[in-house]
């Protein structure tokens, strides 16, 4: 993908084929989409074993179902900022869905994108939402990305390699 607006036209473009004007709870053909790639510092740092991040129409057709319309196009339109471009990432509950949380502040607001990993073939997209710092309260941050240079805070400093 060349350009930031290429991410949202793929994902736009599978919404509008697949899911867009479906009724609650409707089945939807199930297909995948490469949405981006993680920046190599965000992959080498959190020592993912791919780069890949997908969402699939299960999960479009969630967000669909489950966001107001002013969330859900926004969500369209820059969900791969959340992913590709991360503030912080936090390891996931115990018991929640997905194993990481990617959050990303966009217009004063904080959104948030659940990923889980599916071996070497890459990361999923399993839900995003707009949130709170209340909410992440419990999560354990593991990454951040401040003035410039990530913090990792789980991570000894012999398992860093820079980039």
Same mark, same amino acid.
């Given at each position: #993908? ?5 991410y *949202?036209?793929?994902?736009i473009?599978?919404?509008?084929? &697949? ?22 510092? @965000? ?8 780069? %890949? $991040?997908?969402?699939?129409?299960? #999960?479009?057709?969630? #967000?669909?179902?489950? =966001? $107001?319309?002013?969330?859900f196009?926004?969500?369209? !339109?820059?969900? &791969?900022?959340?992913? %590709? !471009?991360?503030?912080?990432? &936090?390891?996931?509950?115990?018991? /929640?869905?997905?194993? &990481?949380?990617?959050? %990303? ?6 959104? /948030?994108?659940?990923?889980? $990993?599916?071996?070497? *073939? /890459?990361?999923?997209? @399993?839900?995003?939402? =707009?949130?709170?710092?209340t !909410?992440?309260k ?9 003035? /410039?240079n990530?913090h ?9 390699? *820079? @980039?």
């Open positions: #993908m060349d350009s930031p607006q290429d *949202s036209i793929s994902l473009s599978l919404h509008k084929k &697949y899911v867009k004007n479906t009724a609650p709870k409707q089945i939807v053909f199930v297909t995948s989409l490469q949405l981006c790639n993680l920046t190599k510092k @965000v992959f080498n740092d959190l020592k993912f074993t791919s780069n %890949k $991040v997908y969402l699939t129409t299960i #999960m479009l057709k969630h #967000m669909y179902d489950k =966001r $107001v319309a002013e969330e196009d926004y969500l369209l !339109y820059n969900l &791969y900022k959340i992913i %590709k !471009y991360p503030d912080h990432v &936090y390891k996931n509950k115990p018991g /929640g869905t997905g194993d &990481y949380f990617f959050t %990303k502040t966009l217009e004063n607001l904080l959104y /948030g994108a659940s990923i889980e $990993v599916i071996d070497e *073939s /890459g990361l999923f997209i @399993v839900t995003a939402f =707009r949130t709170t710092e !909410y992440l419990n999560f354990e941050k593991i990454w951040s990305w401040e003035g /410039g990530p990792l805070n789980v991570f000894d400093s012999d398992s860093f390699e *820079s @980039v």
